[in-house]
Structures are given as structure tokens and as C-alpha cells.
T-cell receptor, first 115, second 114 residues
Framework: GENVEQHPSTLSVQEGDSAVIKCTYS??????FPWYKQELGKRPQLIIDIRSNVGEKKDQRIAVTLNKTAKHFSLHITETQPEDSAVYFC??????????????FGKGTKLSVKP | DADVTQTPRNRITKTGKRIMLECSQTKGHDRMYWYRQDPGLGLRLIYY???????NKGEISDGYSVSRQAQAKFSLSLESAIPNQTALYFC?????????????FGSGTRLTVV
């Protein structure tokens, strides 16, 4: 079955710097890749997603890139702010019906943004 | 606003006790999930349901059972709680069967088994 590896597990950056979190997936049939942000004590929330027919997607300071050949996708946060501090999860699914539509999550990256 | 609600938010229970965690949603989604979150292990799928008559095991279903009482309600039971079931539990929903949309998570239940 699908396996999603996420790196790094922890990341510390200075406010204003960029942060990059990388994920690799094993099943080339996966075609939907969301990213979730979980602030301390709160629920994971979808922040951005990308489908396999798109190579890059941006939303203000966050962007996601996808390399289908290498089977990896990355989250980029520019001009980081203290409120970006959270745990970030990547996920992948095949986008079909049934259980193949279930998301498989990476283990998470704890991002700390130092003022 | 349509949402996913979990009860209780926090629970401490003793080893061997039966406990039920409840999830209800007003989003009108057919697909519902139960995940367990442990530090460093991410979100692991316990059970999932595509509709009232469809229940499926996830990767870590041992020691757990579920009930889909209605489209909007999905309950997780620990028949005989043990300390290594101490974790943060999340219910989630998704809209379609295509797998091309994200999940909406509930606010979580922090369970401690002593």
C-alpha cells in the first residue's frame, strides 16, 4: 500500500526566513496531495492541496510543488511569522472511490518560528 | 457553520473499562473516519465508514470497535481500555468518494487510560 515519508521531523527557522517541508510517496497512482496545519491543542486544518495535473500551487505565503517523476512534493512557507509555528502533515491519496480514496498521512513536521 | 463535533473533549479512564467516544457532523458528508494521534507517529487510521451500512478496519483496529448510527454519527469504542491506548483521537469527514477532497477534522478527544 501507499507509504508517505515526511522530512524533517522538526524545523526551526528565524522569523522572516523561508521553511521547506518535503514528502515522498511510494504509489505512483496517488494523485491528490493535501497539507494540514495543526496548532498546539487544536485540530488539523487543511491549508493547501494539489492534484497531480498541476506542478505548483500558491496561496499567499504558502506554496506546494509536486514532482510526479520523483514522487515527492514539498510545502514552502515564505516570510515566516511566529503564528506559522505548528505541526504540519502531508498526505496522499489515489483519488479513486472506496478505500483508495483514503488519505495516507506523513508523520508530521514540527515547525518553530523564532521571533 | 457546519462542523464535526467530538465528545468528550477529555477523558480519564481506568484500565479494563469500556469507553465510547462520539462524533457527530453537520456537514452532510458520507465518509467518516477515526484516527489516533501519538507524538512522532502522525495520524493513524483506526476505522472508516463510507455510509451507514459500510464499516471498514484501518491500520490499527485491534482493541477498537465502531458504530455508524446514522449518516451524521460515528462512535468509537474501546471495549477494555489499556494504557497504550492513551492518545489523542480525531474524527474526520470527507465529502466525496473520489478521494480528491480534504478531510474536516473534529476538535479531538484526549483519552488517558490509567
Amino acid at each position: 500500500g501507499e507509504n508517505v515519508e515526511q522530512h524533517p521531523s522538526t524545523l526551526s527557522v528565524q522569523e522572516g526566513d523561508s521553511a521547506v517541508i518535503k514528502c515522498t510517496y511510494s504509489d505512483s497512482a496517488s494523485n491528490y496531495f493535501p497539507w494540514y496545519k495543526q496548532e498546539l491543542g487544536k485540530r488539523p486544518q487543511l491549508i493547501i492541496d494539489i492534484r497531480s495535473n498541476v506542478g505548483e500551487k500558491k496561496d499567499q505565503r504558502i506554496a506546494v510543488t509536486l514532482n510526479k517523476t520523483a514522487k515527492h512534493f514539498s510545502l514552502h512557507i515564505t516570510e515566516t511569522q511566529p503564528e506559522d509555528s505548528a505541526v504540519y502533515f502531508c498526505a496522499a491519496s489515489k483519488g479513486y472511490g472506496g478505500s483508495q480514496g483514503n488519505l495516507i498521512f506523513g508523520k508530521g513536521t514540527k515547525l518553530s518560528v523564532k521571533p | 457553520d457546519a462542523d464535526v463535533t467530538q465528545t468528550p473533549r477529555n477523558r480519564i479512564t481506568k484500565t479494563g473499562k469500556r469507553i465510547m467516544l462520539e462524533c457527530s457532523q453537520t456537514k452532510g458528508h458520507d465518509r467518516m473516519y477515526w484516527y489516533r494521534q501519538d507524538p512522532g507517529l502522525g495520524l493513524r487510521l483506526i476505522y472508516y465508514s463510507f455510509d451507514v451500512k459500510d464499516i471498514n478496519k484501518g491500520e490499527i483496529s485491534d482493541g477498537y470497535s465502531v458504530s455508524r448510527q446514522a449518516q451524521a454519527k460515528f462512535s468509537l469504542s474501546l471495549e477494555s481500555a489499556i494504557p497504550n491506548q492513551t492518545a489523542l483521537y480525531f474524527c474526520a469527514t470527507s465529502e466525496s468518494g473520489t478521494g480528491l477532497d480534504g478531510y474536516t477534522f473534529g476538535s479531538g478527544t484526549r483519552l488517558t487510560v490509567v
